[in-house]
């Protein structure tokens, strides 16, 4: 079992930055990739970027290629997500999520998720 914890969430103007972090509890944190993936009302949830277990891999999803950074440093079980030039429409609920073995852009892959954290863009 992983237990997972977003933070870092909150009001920032366009054009803003946060950063999000995801600590993880229990089993082997290095042994899982992990996600971050977006809801926002209305929408389905979407892909945001992951990263493999090491951390040399990564994916991003379009609409966030550029502005995104995901990262993750094992020694402290810890997952980061470097926002930069936020905009309105990255308004929603982020949640991590971590998988055993290879990394994957598909939200049904992963088997343990956070509770999620709101960021709200206002413009």
């Known amino acids: 079992q992983v237990q997972l914890l977003e933070s870092g969430g909150g009001l920032v103007q366009a054009g803003g930055s946060l950063r999000l972090s995801c600590a993880a509890s229990?089993?082997?944190?290095?042994?899982?990739?992990m996600g971050w993936f977006r809801q926002a009302p209305g929408k389905e949830r979407e892909f945001v970027a992951t990263?493999?277990?090491?951390?040399?891999?990564?994916n991003y999803a379009d609409s966030v290629k550029g502005r995104f950074t995901i990262s993750r440093d094992n020694a402290k079980n810890t997952g980061y997500l470097q926002m930069n030039s936020l905009k309105a429409e990255d308004t929603a609920v982020y949640s991590c999520?971590?998988?055993?073995?290879?990394?994957?852009?598909?939200?049904?892959?992963?088997?343990?998720w956070g509770q999620g954290t709101q960021v709200t863009v206002s413009s």
């Open positions: 999520a971590a998988k055993l073995g290879g990394s994957s852009v598909e939200a049904s892959q992963y088997n343990y």
């Open positions: 229990g089993r082997t944190f290095s042994s899982y990739a």
């Open positions: 990263i493999s277990t090491g951390g040399l891999s990564t």
